[in-house]
């Protein structure tokens, strides 16, 4: 593999996009998990869950610090790895790329105002309140960027004349046909890995014999949000796949290497692949890519045989969605074991195995999260605008990109090392225990 600029550029691009991932998916999930729990905790005059509000929230500042360091290096990214694509594309989509940049600062205004007024209002629910705008702007953030990745999966509003795009219709390009379901799976799979990391840091304290009333109520409360967004989820991942058949079929195709047109098509899981592109080991399940594509076994759904080779994407992308698709399936029987074990009296949802599978949800869901983006964005290769422009069209071809890659790769390190240290001297130094008897020593909210 030669180390060009354009492989040298995809290289920087990926690692930026993995570390940033994990912020962002973060910054979207737990301002809702926040409100949530602030929300029981007055409706319910309990302490634990206001609490919990509020260690959540002093955590995902830090979160958000790091995360906007990286947005920042996506952004300068852009424009100088891939002048050529920004060239054609960067009027079409301009639009979105303000609109997440305002709604961030929306978000951060209100998680300003949110942090610095606890128990300011006599009204507690006009605290609670602030948690809205903070939610939306969070989540409006993974929507306008969502779309432009969306654009470049099924590009429209704009013509290309000379290299130049003209008769360009920036809401078109937004509202394009990948927008929905990349948006429906965006936010979901953000808000059940952000239950997932909660709930996996509290079933790790109780196995460490902090099983204390906070510990419990929290694992509950994130268990059964995480089993309505790993529903959500599935739907959404049902939903994509639909997209993809009706609109990328040669991504569906690679992802389940389906290499010839027919109808009643099996759903290939797991197995290997030969250098004849003959499958070994695998598991078969009849006509079940068909209904997948398209709610009937008698669905045709195209193969691979009807695009030309050099516009393939690589083969390999199925292990990263039977990998995907696999922990997705893993989250959603452990949460809904879990609240199971909880309804069912009989059952004891603390059992330590149980507790660890919880423990193993969190970072699975997350290498989840990075499993389907190298999926969405590989499965798009060999297209950075898919019919218009390729991404070896769309690199830099200045030097230095190599020494840019180690920079940025020990500026990621710093700051992960950074990021952790600070959480757990954050949260190691005062225990929820401690804090709870300091603010609630009359069980009351104060």
Known sequence: MELDSVMLSRMLTSVTLAFHIIFATIGVGIPVMISIAEFIGIKRNDGHYILLARRWARGFTITVAVGVVTGTAIGLQLSLLWPSFMQVAGQVIALPLFMETFAFFFEAIFLGIYLYTWDRFKNRMVHWLLTIPIMIGSSASALFITMVNAFMNTPQGFDLEGGKAVNIDPIAAMFNPATPPKVFHVLTSAYLTSALILAAITAFAILKNKGSAYHRKALRMTMVCGLIF???????????????????????????????????????????????????????????????????????????????????????????????????????????????????????????????????????????IEFGWIYAEIGRQPWILRGYMKVADAATKADGVGLTFVLFVVLYIILAVFCVTVLIKMFKNKPPELEYEQRFKSGKLQ
């Open 230 to 368: 790993a529903v959500g989820t599935a739907v959404a991942g049902d939903v994509s796949a639909k997209f993809l058949a009706e609109y990328q079929p040669e991504k569906l195709a690679a992802a389940e290497w389906h290499f010839e047109t027919e109808s009643n098509a099996d759903l290939v899981v797991f197995g290997t692949l030969d250098e004849n592109n003959e499958i070994h080991n695998e598991i078969r399940l009849p006509g079940f890519l068909s209904f997948l594509a398209g709610n009937s076994f008698d669905t045709e759904v195209i193969g691979l045989e009807e695009f030309p080779e050099d516009e393939l994407p690589p083969l390999f992308v199925h292990y990263l969605f039977d990998s995907m698709v696999s922990i997705g399936m893993f989250t959603l029987f452990i949460t809904s074991l879990f609240v199971l074990f909880w309804k069912w009296k009989k059952r004891n949802e603390w059992n330590r195995p149980l507790l660890w599978g919880v423990v193993a949800s969190g970072p699975l869901a997350m290498l989840a």
